[in-house]
């Protein structure tokens, strides 16, 4: 594949020789099966010279289309067979020579769609899927914010990327995707902005001059396209929506929040209409929601408050309906909060990331399709917005952390999510950004970003660097880069001093093959609106009118239950209870079911019958509402027991499932139970919060 994109790139930048070089070299190595497929192409497309060993000079290729065009996208992914080439461009030596297979490789080693197990990302065939991704920008927008915005001058690092992904100006896309596999990635973050979803203008021809097929298209038909070729490569294709406007992230740009310079509701439509558009191609695998979370001048984006600056409502809302009403096929991803605080000091500051996670995790309505993510970065800090001057604080770096602090820092902050398994907030980790300049001198960067490869190998985690592309001789932290004549630089090079890191990182020993069906627990939190997170009680509508109501997952059942609060944790543990299709749930808000004995004398108790659980509840304020109960589909215990939680917590060894509801007490059966019921009271001011659960043996 790569010398054929090659081939193609000297071609059209007018160096025929070297060209035809190019392809005389594939022929003297053996790899007569890419030469024979491409004669049969140029002699449909009415090539004079069929190629017998070695091809006809290029100048008899039909005209005016150009050879790219005519072998680019589908057209190109069957013209090539299975063979090894190198390339001789001019560009520096590859440090790995891709097979032609690369594609067809990568595309037969998963299968659509993912989903999570764990702490790990599956394919459909339950086989681990790692994320070993980079982020291909340029659609989110590279302008600066002033100045003229057709002046290149204007842009970041003056990389004009035209709210597309960068360098379709300067190499084939086949060319580009070529050097991807060659990375040794198997999946792109694609940054977009909400403003070029909507830019109905056509791109500049000059834009994509060297992908003429993508003349006349709009920015959104553009990411189309590359999104199209992309996925036809084999690879997993994450939306990032990286910005409102096509800014250059991130600092005080109008796109701190994801309802900056848009309202939430246009924020939410346009992703429900993206993961639509998509929705057919399985390998548009993730929706990552909003980059950056991060404080205006004047307010801080927040973790369950229930405001319009809530970032954990936000994002639990638009996952719930990317699920239910745009692609059940999603992961939804989500990253924590960037920053928070005034960045001086002597005033509160601090980069949460996902430690709000720890206490107020998220509950979808599909729960295996949840991913969290986090950006570190060298020259930013846990406490340090990474800026120099205006809005510097003197706090470390991660850079000047030690080793020893900055694997602390990581697991605090972010990687404790993976880290501790059979918690609510146990999930895949992503580290979505992450990154470095070739021409980094100071030590202790370069002993950070060392560190941090370090880590995440230790950590087996899924990562994507940040950035793929970028222009030879502007910014330097890309690790591909391609000049005006489409020719590459980087890390595949050999003088970048980053390329054993990266070769490292992507060659590391890691789990692969199936991955064992784990314990979920989730939480339930009722703070400020309902939790019904089960689609067959969606389906019961509005089933106790004016209360907070939780209903678990799918395949779960209630564990366990706060005393004040609201909040519930839910578990398939011990077993997943099956219900059958036909078996409607019901709401309980009497004792008719309370035959077996008084379990909580003097107390209200609200009980499910025979061979039921407890699904789901409502409150109204601190008050018990009802209880819902869903038929198991199966024989359940009649053995139990009352676990009284009204005056402190009463929770199984090891609290399995975590802190769930911080500051209140909790009451929770064991794995090997069933909550039964709920008791409570109004005497005594007990206020009729929840006092005991009723649980009972799973197996008789």
């Given at each position: 594949?790569?010398?054929?994109?090659?081939?193609?790139l000297?071609?059209?930048?007018?160096?025929?020789?070297?060209?035809?070089?190019?392809?005389?070299?594939?022929?003297?190595?053996?790899?007569?099966?890419?030469?024979?497929r491409l004669?049969?192409?140029?002699?449909?497309?009415?090539?004079?010279?069929?190629?017998?060993?070695?091809?006809?000079?290029?100048?008899?290729?039909?005209?005016?289309?150009?050879?790219?065009?005519l072998?680019?996208?589908?057209?190109?992914?069957?013209?090539l067979?299975?063979?090894?080439?190198?390339?001789?461009?001019?560009?520096?030596?590859?440090?790995?020579?891709?097979?032609?297979?690369?594609?067809?490789?990568?595309?037969?080693?998963?299968?659509?769609?993912?989903s999570?197990?764990?702490?790990?990302i599956?394919?459909?065939?339950?086989?681990?899927?790692?994320?070993?991704?980079?982020?291909?920008?340029?659609?989110?927008?590279?302008?600066n914010?002033?100045?003229?915005?057709?002046?290149?001058?204007?842009?970041?690092?003056?990389?004009?990327?035209?709210?597309?992904?960068?360098?379709?100006?300067?190499a084939?896309?086949?060319?580009?995707?070529?050097?991807?596999?060659?990375?040794?990635?198997?999946?792109?973050?694609?940054?977009?902005?909400?403003?070029?979803?909507?830019?109905?203008?056509p791109?500049?021809?000059?834009?994509?001059?060297?992908?003429?097929?993508?003349?006349?298209?709009?920015?959104?038909?553009?990411?189309?396209?590359?999104?199209?070729?992309?996925?036809?490569?084999?690879?997993?294709?994450?939306?990032?929506?990286?910005?409102?406007?096509?800014?250059?992230?991130c600092?005080?740009?109008?796109?701190?929040?994801w309802?900056?310079?848009?309202?939430?509701?246009?924020?939410?439509?346009?992703?429900?209409?993206l993961?639509?558009r998509?929705?057919?191609?399985?390998?548009?695998?993730?929706?990552?929601?909003?980059?950056?979370?991060r404080?205006?001048v004047?307010?801080?984006?927040?973790?369950?408050?229930?405001?319009?600056?809530?970032?954990?409502?936000?994002?639990?809302?638009?996952?719930?309906?990317?699920?239910?009403?745009?692609?059940?096929?999603?992961?939804?991803?989500?990253?924590?909060?960037?920053?928070?605080?005034?960045?001086?000091?002597?005033?509160?500051?601090?980069?949460?990331?996902?430690?709000?996670?720890?206490?107020?995790?998220?509950?979808?309505?599909?729960?295996?399709k949840?991913?969290?993510?986090?950006?570190?970065?060298g020259?930013?800090?846990?406490?340090?917005?990474?800026a120099?001057?205006?809005?510097?604080?003197?706090?470390?770096?991660?850079?000047?952390?030690?080793?020893?602090?900055?694997?602390?820092?990581?697991?605090?902050?972010?990687?404790?999510?993976?880290?501790?398994?059979?918690?609510?907030?146990?999930?895949?980790?992503?580290?979505?950004?992450?990154?470095?300049?070739?021409?980094?001198?100071?030590?202790?960067?370069?002993?950070?970003?060392?560190?941090?490869?370090?880590?995440?190998?230790?950590?087996?985690?899924?990562?994507?660097?940040?950035?793929?592309?970028?222009?030879?001789?502007?910014?330097?932290?890309?690790?591909?880069?391609?000049?005006?004549?489409?020719?590459?630089?980087?890390?595949?090079?050999?003088?970048d001093?980053?390329?054993?890191?990266?070769?490292?990182?992507?060659?590391?020993?890691?789990?692969?093959?199936?991955?064992?069906?784990?314990?979920?627990w989730?939480?339930?939190n009722?703070?400020?609106?309902?939790?019904?997170?089960?689609?067959?009680?969606?389906?019961?509508?509005?089933?106790?009118?004016?209360?907070?109501?939780?209903?678990?997952?799918?395949?779960?059942?209630?564990?366990?239950?706060?005393?004040?609060?609201?909040?519930?944790?839910?578990?398939?543990?011990?077993?997943?209870?099956?219900v059958?299709?036909?078996?409607?749930s019901?709401?309980?808000?009497?004792?008719?079911?309370?035959?077996?004995?008084?379990?909580?004398?003097?107390?209200?108790?609200?009980?499910c019958?025979?061979?039921?659980?407890?699904?789901?509840?409502?409150?109204?304020?601190?008050?018990?509402?009802?209880?819902?109960?869903?038929?198991?589909?199966?024989t359940?215990?009649?053995?139990?027991?009352?676990?009284?939680f009204?005056?402190?917590?009463?929770?199984?060894?090891?609290?399995?499932?975590?802190?769930?509801a911080?500051?209140?007490?909790?009451?929770?059966?064991?794995?090997d139970?069933?909550?039964?019921g709920?008791?409570?009271?109004?005497?005594?001011?007990?206020g009729?919060?929840?006092?005991?659960?009723?649980?009972?043996?799973?197996?008789?």
């Open positions: 594949m790569v010398v054929v994109a090659r081939a193609m000297t071609e059209r930048n007018g160096n025929q020789e070297n060209a035809e070089h190019t392809i005389r070299q594939a022929a003297d190595t053996g790899h007569r099966i890419i030469l024979a004669a049969a192409l140029r002699e449909k497309a009415g090539v004079r010279c069929p190629l017998v060993s070695v091809p006809c000079p290029l100048e008899d290729t039909v005209r005016p289309t150009p050879f790219p065009a072998l680019s996208g589908a057209l190109l992914l069957g013209a067979g299975a063979a090894t080439a190198t390339a001789s461009t001019g560009a520096p030596p590859m440090t790995r020579i891709p097979a032609a297979d690369d594609a067809a490789g990568l595309a037969d080693a998963w299968t659509a769609p993912l999570t197990r764990g702490r790990y599956v394919d459909a065939s339950g086989n681990r899927f790692k994320l070993k991704s980079a982020n291909w920008h340029g659609a989110q927008g590279s302008w914010g002033s100045g003229d915005i057709n002046d290149p001058a204007n842009h970041h690092d003056g990389e004009k990327a035209d709210q597309m992904p960068l360098g379709l100006d300067r084939p896309i086949q060319a580009i995707l070529a050097d991807f596999h060659e990375l040794g990635i198997n999946s792109i973050r694609l940054p977009f902005s909400n403003e070029m979803l909507h830019d109905e203008r791109v500049s021809d000059d834009s994509v001059a060297a992908n003429p097929q993508l003349r006349d298209k709009t920015p959104l038909q553009v990411f189309d396209a590359v999104i199209a070729a992309t996925t036809a490569e084999g690879f997993a294709v994450v939306l990032n929506n990286h910005t409102n406007t096509s800014r250059f992230c600092g005080l740009d109008g796109n701190e929040r309802n900056t310079s848009q309202s939430t509701a246009q924020w939410e439509n346009d992703w429900i209409a993961a639509r998509y929705k057919d191609n399985k390998r548009v695998v993730g929706a990552d929601l909003y980059n950056e979370v404080r205006t004047t307010d801080d984006a927040n973790w369950n408050w229930g405001n319009d600056h809530d970032w954990w409502t936000a994002s639990q809302r638009l996952g719930d309906r990317l699920l239910t009403e745009a692609n059940p096929d999603l992961l939804v991803i989500v990253e924590g909060i960037n920053w928070q605080g005034i960045p001086l000091d002597g005033f509160s500051h601090w980069r949460p990331t996902l430690e709000p996670v720890r206490t107020v995790s998220h509950t979808l309505v599909a729960s295996n949840l991913v969290y993510s986090a950006h570190f970065y020259y930013t800090g846990p406490n340090h917005t990474g120099s001057g205006l809005g510097e604080t003197h706090d470390p770096r991660y850079q000047e952390l030690s080793r020893e602090e900055l694997f602390a820092t990581l697991d605090r902050q972010a990687f404790f999510v993976t880290g501790e398994t059979g918690r609510h907030f146990t999930a895949p980790l992503w580290i979505s950004e992450f990154g470095i300049g070739s021409d980094e001198t100071n030590p202790q960067a370069r002993a950070w970003f060392g560190n941090f490869v370090d880590y995440l190998i230790g950590r087996d985690a899924d990562f994507a660097y940040w950035p793929l592309v970028g222009w030879t001789g502007h910014g330097t932290w890309s690790i591909l880069n391609y000049d005006a004549q489409g020719r590459r630089s980087g890390i595949l090079g050999g003088s001093w980053r390329a054993a890191h990266w070769s490292r990182l992507v060659g590391a020993p890691q789990k692969s093959g199936p991955v064992a069906v784990t314990d979920t989730d939480m339930l009722l703070d400020h609106a309902d939790a019904v997170q089960s689609l067959r009680t969606r389906a019961l509508g509005e089933w106790d009118p004016g209360a907070r109501k939780g209903a678990c997952p799918d395949g779960q059942r209630l564990a366990g239950l706060a005393h004040r609060g609201g909040r519930g944790l839910c578990t398939d543990a011990g077993t997943s209870l099956t059958p299709a036909t078996a409607q019901t709401v309980v808000r009497d004792e008719r079911h309370v035959q077996q004995g008084d379990w909580a004398g003097g107390y209200t108790k609200y009980q019958g025979i061979n039921q659980f407890v699904s789901g509840y409502s409150v109204r304020g601190q008050e018990v509402s009802a209880v819902l109960c869903t038929p198991a589909g199966r359940l215990g009649m053995s139990g027991r009352t676990v009284w009204d005056r402190g917590d009463n929770r199984p060894a090891g609290e399995p499932g975590g802190e769930f911080q500051g209140n007490f909790k009451g929770q059966c064991r794995t139970e069933y909550a039964a709920v008791a409570f009271t109004s005497a005594w001011a007990k009729k919060t929840p006092d005991a659960l009723l649980c009972r043996k799973l197996e008789g």
